[in-house]
């Protein structure tokens, strides 16, 4: 079992940026990859990035790819999501998910997952 809790999210202007952290506890964190989906109001969820456990493999979505940053800090059982350059349509809440199996961007292969943190970028 994981728990998952996301923090980091607010308002910010187009152009800036916000650091998102989702802190796990319970058992083996560092086995886990680890992922960020984000769904805006009335869209599906979508993907944003994803890490192995081993910090070897990441994947970002196109959206996102050279503004948005994902790392891990297995000691801290810790995954952030730097975002910067933030545009109005980053308008989402924003939410960490763990899983083991399956493709890194489908929301599927992601067991746990937490509450989500709003981020709303004005123009």
């Known amino acids: 079992q994981v728990r998952l809790e996301e923090s980091g999210g607010g308002l910010v202007q187009a152009g800036g940026s916000l650091r998102l952290s989702c802190a796990a506890s319970g058992r083996n964190f560092n086995t886990y990859r680890m992922g960020w989906f984000r769904q805006a109001l009335g869209k599906e969820r979508e993907f944003v990035a994803a890490i192995s456990w081993s910090v070897s493999m990441i994947y970002y979505a196109d959206s996102v790819k050279g503004r948005f940053t994902i790392s891990r800090v297995n000691v801290k059982n810790t995954v952030y999501l730097q975002m910067n350059s933030l545009k109005p349509e980053d308008t989402a809440v924003y939410y960490c998910?763990?899983?083991?199996?399956?493709?890194?961007?489908?929301?599927?292969?992601?067991?746990?997952w937490g509450q989500g943190t709003q981020v709303t970028v004005s123009s």
């Open positions: 998910a763990a899983g083991e199996f399956g493709r890194y961007s489908s929301p599927s292969a992601y067991n746990y």
